[in-house]
Each structure stands twice: as C-alpha cells, then as structure tokens.
C-alpha cells in the first residue's frame, strides 16, 4: 500500500499523508504536541500507520495546523479539533465508511475533546499514551472508546492515572500497559505494533 501527499482543505490547509486500502474502513492518525516537536512522521505514528496498513486498512495521518506545510498555529486544541474534523470529512469522501480515531499522547486529548463535545458520533476512538498528567482530562463516557494504550514507566500518561480515568470513560474498554515503555515508548515500537496486531484480529 502506497502512501501518497495531500492536502486537506478545511479552515486551513493541512499537509496529510493518504494511503487507501481495499476495504471502506479506515483510521484518522492523531500525532504529538506541536509545540513539544511532534508531527505526522512521529515513530509512534508511524508504527500504528504501518499496523494499520498490513491489515488493509487505509490510513490518513495529518499535520496538525501551524506543523510542518500545514498552514496557521497552534491553537491549543480549539482549532486543531476543526483540524480533525477536516480530516475526518476527507477520509469519508474518499469513500471510507467506518473510520477510527487513533490519537497519540496529545492526538488523544484531541480526539478526546472532539468526542466529549459531541463532533465525532459516528467515529470509534483509540488512545495511545493519553497525557493526563500533563493535559486535563474529564471522566465522561465514551461509547466509541475501543482501546487505550498506556507505557508502564510513563510519566506523562501514567498508568495509575490513566487506569481509573479509562474506567471512567468506558469500563469495558481494554486498557493495555507495555511493560517498561516510557511515554515515548522508546526501545518498545514492536510492541506497539503487537498490541494493535491482537487489537486488528478482533477489531478488524
């Protein structure tokens, strides 16, 4: 499956990386905290794009405004959830009928807000190192909550944190800890990509 360049046309425009799949299912990838170096190449990003991609899911991963080509900046979660939701509308329009929101640590919270505020309905989410140490979280119920990913040595996401918050969100979601996995899960990318193996052969 080959990845091809973009733009998203929303209230800006976003650079975005397209790869379709034979199936209409496919997943929106959510990346790091601009304003702490992350963008839609990150390692973590990457692992889960190409998990996804094995499965024969198509991918979209994105800029978030003011990274990278994407234009604008940085508008602490507010417009970056327009952001998503730009992405979210393109996915569809390519002809992707069940699509999932997967975000890393800052991807989450802003999957998270979208979610809370009633913009995604339809979309299914999964979170990968949601920063709750770091970034305000509620405990609302999230019925699309599929997964929730958590380093074991994570101090940005820790899990004992995380563990009662997730609960919270939606109890039978699984919460899976990778063991001694830092918040960049640094040395740990082939067990990113396992958990979202055995994740893929139930989910999808």
């Known amino acids: 499956m080959q990845e091809k360049s973009i733009i998203i046309r929303g209230e800006c425009e976003l650079e975005a990386g397209l790869a379709?799949?034979?199936?209409?299912?496919?997943?929106?990838?959510?990346?790091?905290?601009?304003?702490?170096?992350?963008?839609?190449?990150n390692p973590v990003v990457t692992t889960m794009m190409d998990t996804f991609q094995k499965h024969d899911w198509s991918t979209l991963r994105f800029?978030?405004?003011?990274?990278g080509a994407s234009c604008g900046?940085?508008?602490?979660?507010?417009?970056?959830?327009d952001d998503l939701l730009a992405a979210v509308d393109h996915l569809r329009q390519e002809g992707?009928?069940?699509?999932?929101?997967?975000?890393?640590s800052f991807g989450a919270w802003v999957i998270f807000q979208a979610a809370v505020a009633g913009r995604?309905?339809?979309?299914?989410?999964?979170f990968v190192a949601p920063p709750a140490a770091m970034m305000e979280f509620g405990s609302e119920f999230l019925p699309g909550l599929e997964l929730v990913v958590v380093g074991e040595e994570d101090d940005i996401a820790p899990p004992e944190k995380v563990g009662p918050l997730a609960k919270k969100w939606n109890p039978v979601t699984p919460l899976?800890?990778?063991?001694k996995a830092d918040h960049f899960f640094t040395g740990c990318m082939g067990s990113i990509g396992r958990v979202l193996e055995r994740f893929l052969q139930i989910y999808g």
Do not use: C, W
């Not at 900046?73 to 959830?81: I, M």
């Not at 992707?96 to 890393?104: F, H, N, P, Q, R």
């Not at 899976?176 to 063991?179: G, I």
């Open 20 to 41: 379709l799949g034979s199936e209409s299912k496919g997943v929106i990838l959510a990346h790091p905290h601009p304003l702490y170096g992350g963008d839609m190449r």
């Open 63 to 67: 800029n978030f405004r003011g990274v």
């Open 73 to 81: 900046t940085f508008d602490a979660g507010r417009g970056e959830v």
């Open 96 to 104: 992707v009928e069940k699509v999932l929101l997967a975000g890393y």
């Open 120 to 126: 995604v309905e339809q979309e299914k989410q999964l």
């Open 176 to 179: 899976v800890t990778v063991a």
